[in-house]
């Protein structure tokens, strides 16, 4: 459990203690469906409470404990999900506590991932949306039936208000708390119907700017990462691996190693070797001084990025290569055979590192019996870092302690369905017999790290004689990530890789004649979800694509998309909006362009405009402005919402302009970020963001600011130079030789 201080605006911080303290305690605990079965807790001073779920208690004292069943990593659903649970109770957001859940229950499991405790996909807010919402209206209702038989009035005589039942009629009033400490045994729940849910009319809490509860700690630097964890009587861990996946030590010489003051001992793991010491430092010299004979006979050997991106590109334009459907509509073949013009090309993507702040770190506690595991650790799923820990120690879910923490950044980088720093914690401390914190550098991060996976695309379409799209064929070469890092899932679902395909079906735009498909390649790095997944790639030559057909079309590449845009009034309005916001069609002085993008995530869809700037000495591309407009439905946070737009965005120009990681013998070839280049805050660009907020429910924010960027800096390079780039980034030697 995490513990947080609460800030009131209107009095004094409410510790932990307040919690505690009180004279008696009703406990709501509130399942998001129809909850059956009433558990009775006891209370030393008060009848015994109330507890007919799972998702919020109320004590005596009015305070509210929501729990939180995904995890943070900066996306801010920490706040989101408990203020939709807290608006439909109408609660007093400063009477609101929020708990991390830190066990692989699956009664709050994500409903888009089966009922597993997975935060990805952008689906928080979107899978809890209704859950919490009902559950909050029955903790609502419950409060006010109880205060009904108090009172002995009918229930539809009364109203709430923020953490108050009144009765208007005699002007009586009960504060939750209060009600919580009434005696008598409490009324069954209620059921809640869809009409018995606020309209958005009503909102209080969603849709405002509510301050996120996790920057205060971390403004104040006193939030506890993974990295930070202590506990009494650890040890730290550093680890040598094997430089190529697959490797193992033959022979170990580890007398230098040991000869370093406060060195423990040396554990093989199953790819590498642990030095374990009492300091942090002391395990990082120690490792250092390791002499390992590796087998360096893995396949992995062989893996060569250049080598890699050739044979996809080929196998992409492969018309014999098998490819598995990913979205088919009409006869995508027939059209094109047909059209006046057909047009064809390629696009390649490079492999790209997380680069999350944060690098991997776990915490061990190893049972005496090896059959049981305290941890501490951050990853973005509760149920595969359980999973992790009972494989590794051969044991039970019921012999696990999971603490969750907040994530220094991850980006998918923490989802694999074996977390090797977890394992390798684990590991170390049943070695040892005492708690082990295993941390990484980021030379350890990058050189060992999980990749989003190279790709190579090819286009086809098709074109009547007066400039109309007709036929759309879409292939991506790259291979399965699912299969990779989830084989329990690929066998679920293959051959359909959402993480490698998605944004390839392009389901926003009228194309009738449609085909988008996947040449399922050999995997020659380890791959794994990066934010956005495959739209990050896939959206880029789309909307690369989408570029080139207008110019052959001779039509401007806004006025080409709207014309596929006609029965998607929404996204009409995103393109329409980001025209009028950047000035589209207007001069820009000569020293820039404009590139335009459609792309989105999910049900989410962007709009975005690059302004570009360019050094035609050294071949580097700026961007002084991007401009976006964002359609996800319902918006629970706005500041939030355009907070993570903005992130999005920064990420997507940094994959864009420079994040590539290379391979050669199997080795990275990058270390730490001087020779892998982020985008620097001085490259930031001014950003501006419309929020088109609509009817329709959410739908996601926290990936769909970077599936647009790309492509918009692509094409407006274009449109200053009149060159194409199509090999993603868009680095320096790359563009002086698109210039040449």
Request: glycine share 10%; hydrophobic share 45%.
């Amino acid at each position: 459990m995490t513990d947080f201080l609460l800030h009131s605006s209107q009095g004094p911080e409410l510790p932990r203690r307040a919690f505690l303290s009180g004279a008696g305690r009703l406990a709501f605990l509130i399942g998001a469906t129809g909850l059956t079965g009433i558990t009775l807790a006891a209370s030393a001073t008060a009848a015994a409470p109330l507890a007919p779920g799972i998702w919020v208690t109320i004590d005596g004292d009015g305070l509210t404990t929501i729990v939180f069943p995904m995890t943070e990593m900066g996306q801010g659903s920490f706040t989101a999900l408990p203020m939709i649970l807290a608006e439909e109770m109408d609660a007093n957001w400063d009477r609101v506590r929020i708990e991390q859940l830190d066990r692989d229950d699956r009664a709050y499991g994500n409903p888009l991932f089966g009922n597993l405790l997975y935060t990805a996909g952008s689906s928080a807010v979107m899978a809890y949306f209704d859950p919490l919402r009902k559950a909050g209206a029955q903790a609502r209702k419950l409060l006010m039936q109880i205060a009904a038989a108090h009172w002995e009035v009918p229930v539809t005589s009364l109203s709430t208000e923020p953490h108050t039942v009144l009765h208007p009629e005699s002007g009586r009033r009960l504060n939750y708390g209060e009600i919580a400490g009434l005696p008598g045994p409490p009324p069954p729940v209620p059921e809640i119907t869809d009409a018995e849910l606020k309209p958005r009319s009503a909102y209080r809490l969603i849709g405002r700017d509510v301050p996120r509860r996790d920057v205060p700690a971390k403004s104040r630097g006193t939030a506890e990462y993974a990295i930070d964890v202590q506990v009494p009587g650890m040890l730290y861990a550093a680890v040598l691996r094997s430089p190529v996946e697959g490797e193992a030590a033959l022979e170990v010489d580890e007398t230098e190693a040991r000869g370093i003051p406060g060195v423990v001992r040396t554990v093989t793991l199953p790819d590498g070797i642990a030095v374990v010491a009492e300091r942090l430092e002391a395990a990082f010299a120690g490792r250092d001084r390791l002499s390992v004979q590796w087998s360096e006979t893995a396949p992995a050997r062989s893996f060569d990025s250049e080598a890699t991106l050739a044979a996809y590109e080929q196998a992409a334009g492969d018309p014999d290569r098998n490819a598995a459907i990913w979205s088919e509509s009409g006869d995508a073949a027939a059209a094109i055979a047909e059209a006046e013009r057909v047009v064809q090309r390629t696009y390649l993507s490079d492999y790209a590192y997380h680069a999350q702040m944060e690098p991997m770190a776990a915490v061990a506690s190893v049972d005496p019996d090896g059959k049981g595991a305290e941890v501490w650790a951050a990853t973005q799923t509760q149920t595969l870092t359980t999973r992790t820990i009972t494989q590794v120690l051969e044991t039970t879910p019921d012999r696990v302690r999971l603490h969750m923490l907040t994530m220094g950044g991850s980006f998918g980088r923490r989802t694999a369905l074996m977390q090797e720093y977890v394992r390798d914690a684990l590991l170390a401390s049943k070695a040892v017999g005492r708690p082990v914190k295993v941390v990484w550098t980021r030379e350890d991060d990058l050189k060992h790290g999980w990749f989003r996976p190279a790709a190579a695309q090819q286009l086809t379409g098709g074109l009547t004689a007066g400039g109309t799209l007709t036929g759309w064929r879409h292939r991506v070469a790259t291979p399965s990530v699912i299969a990779y890092f989830n084989p329990l899932r690929w066998s679920q679902v293959e051959p359909h890789d959402i993480i490698s395909m998605r944004g390839a079906e392009s389901k926003f735009y009228g194309i009738g004649d449609f085909l988008a498909e996947h040449v399922i390649t050999e995997r020659r790095a380890r791959v794994i979800p990066w934010r956005a997944i495959g739209a990050s790639y896939t959206s880029f030559a789309a909307e690369a694509f989408m570029d080139e057909l207008a110019e052959e079309a001779g039509a401007d590449p806004i006025a080409f998309r709207l014309q596929l845009l006609a029965d998607n009034p929404r996204g009409r309005r995103l393109l329409e909006r980001v025209a009028e916001m950047a000035g589209w069609g207007g001069a820009t002085g000569g020293e820039t362009a404009l590139g335009v993008s459609f792309a989105g995530y999910g049900d989410s869809m962007a709009a975005g405009i690059a302004e570009v700037a360019l050094d035609r000495d050294s071949g580097r591309i700026s961007v002084p402005h991007f401009w976006a407009a964002v359609d996800a439905g319902l918006i629970v946070s706005p500041d939030n919402a355009v907070a993570q737009i903005e992130g999005g965005i920064v990420y997507g120009l940094s994959s864009a302009l420079k994040e590539r990681v290379t391979l050669a013998g199997g080795e990275v070839q990058q270390s730490n970020f001087y020779d892998y280049e982020i985008l620097r805050a001085n490259e930031v660009p001014e950003i501006s963001v419309h929020l088109e907020v609509t009817d329709g429910p959410p739908t996601g924010i926290g990936e769909v600011g970077g599936p647009m960027t790309s492509a918009a800096v692509a094409n407006a390079f274009h449109a200053l130079t009149g060159r194409r780039l199509r090999h993603m980034p868009f680095t320096p030697d790359r563009v002086l030789a698109a210039l040449a």
